[in-house]
């Protein structure tokens, strides 16, 4: 588990009262706004990024955005500074902290896990308003039991 990630993403629902599932896209990019970025979405980009002050992201689906918007938003706090200059060491470790990021803030963890139980993967996907591919590759990554 990343703590440093689960903290931020728990004060940034605190801050913004996100309580309820999916989060409305216009939040996330205020909140992204609130910190100082701009946002750039374009459709010749195939993935997100974060250069300087602006967040640049593809133009796709709500789903898939909302994905590219919490996990930059994970860079910006956990973080903030261009991991493309760095060492891959320390990229890989940030590109796994903003993962951790944008799974707990996109997520309510303990609803999440009995919901699990309840709906099969593209039932959940709707649910969360996230990609069935995020969920699969994500969460199970960093739910603890």
């Known amino acids: ?6 903290k931020k993403s728990n004060i940034m629902k605190k801050k913004y009262q996100i309580n309820s599932f999916p989060i409305p896209l216009w939040q996330i ?4 706004i609130d910190q ?9 980009l195939c993935k997100s990024c974060v250069i300087k002050n602006a967040v640049f992201i593809p133009h796709t689906y709500d ?4 994905v590219f918007l919490g996990h930059e938003l994970g860079h910006i706090l956990c973080h903030n500074c261009d991991i493309h200059r ?3 060491i320390t990229q890989k470790r940030y ?4 993962n951790a990021f944008s799974v707990y803030f996109l997520l309510p963890i303990q609803r999440f896990k009995i919901d699990c139980k309840l709906y099969n993967p593209y039932e959940l ?8 591919e995020f969920l699969d590759t994500h969460v199970k990554k960093y739910m603890t039991n």
């Not at 990019?29 to 992204?32: D, F, K, S, Y």
């Not at 100082?36 to 010749?44: R, T």
């Not at 996907?125 to 069935?132: H, M, T």
């Open 29 to 32: 990019e205020q909140a992204i």
């Open 63 to 66: 789903f898939n955005s909302r």
């Open 86 to 88: 760095l060492d891959k």
């Open 125 to 132: 996907s709707e649910l969360y308003g996230l990609p069935v």
């Open 36 to 44: 100082g970025f701009d946002i750039v979405i374009s459709k010749d």
């Open 95 to 98: 590109e796994s902290q903003a």
């Open 1 to 6: 588990m990343n703590d440093l990630a689960l």
